[in-house]
């Protein structure tokens, strides 16, 4: 409501405020790509959505309902405490679009990058060309690993029923081409 007082002023701040409504400002948005601190794996549904509610440090903090892994060293720099100066991994968008993204990142160890993208099926990720397997963070956000270094990297969207589709049109124009010819034939 126009003139009201911010709740939360440390973390809205007033773009415009008048008759026709107010818009305001989130000091505290997270970008789409970005590294946690600490992350948390919880495999208890009646654990992890607690949690989950009561979070509130989502720019330092994951919680992962599972980590699927056979690389020690992945599993240890994820889930072994990281010291408060430790320096986190950085992720920087290069180009952009809705449905493909291209970052440069570089981290000092194994390190999670999160997304503000849902975790859907159809989501890709691939790290200096390579695919890798994308993790569930806080229930719903697309999340990655990627190594120490840096790293050329690739977020698309790719859902299998685009290519289902395609094939099924495919399939259709090439049975309507069939069709019309023998129709074709027995006409003349």
Not at 35 to 49: G, H, P, S, W
Not at 133 to 155: K, S, Y
Not at 178 to 184: A, E, F, N
Request: no cysteine; proline share 9%.
């Amino acid at each position: 409501k126009p003139g009201t007082p911010v709740t939360d002023p440390k973390r809205y701040a007033v773009v415009y405020d008048g008759r026709d409504g107010r818009i305001l400002e989130n000091r505290t948005v997270l970008p789409r790509f970005y590294a946690v601190r600490n992350i948390l794996l919880e495999f208890r549904d009646e654990v992890l959505y607690p949690q989950l509610r009561q979070q509130r440090e989502w720019a330092n903090t994951a919680i992962l309902h599972d980590l699927k892994t056979d690389n020690a060293q992945l599993r240890d720099d994820f889930l072994k405490p990281r010291p408060v100066d430790a320096p986190l991994a950085t992720a920087k968008i290069v180009t952009a679009t809705p449905t493909d993204y291209r970052l440069r990142a570089s981290a000092p160890r194994w390190s999670l990058i999160v997304s503000s993208i849902p975790s859907w099926p159809g989501w890709k990720v691939a790290v200096d060309g390579r695919r890798v397997e994308t993790i569930r963070v806080n229930a719903v956000f697309l999340g990655f690993p990627v190594p120490p270094g840096e790293h050329d990297v690739r977020v698309w969207y790719a859902p299998m029923s685009f290519w289902v589709g395609v094939w099924v049109a495919v399939g259709t124009l090439l049975l309507l081409v069939t069709l019309s010819r023998v129709d074709g034939e027995r006409s003349r």
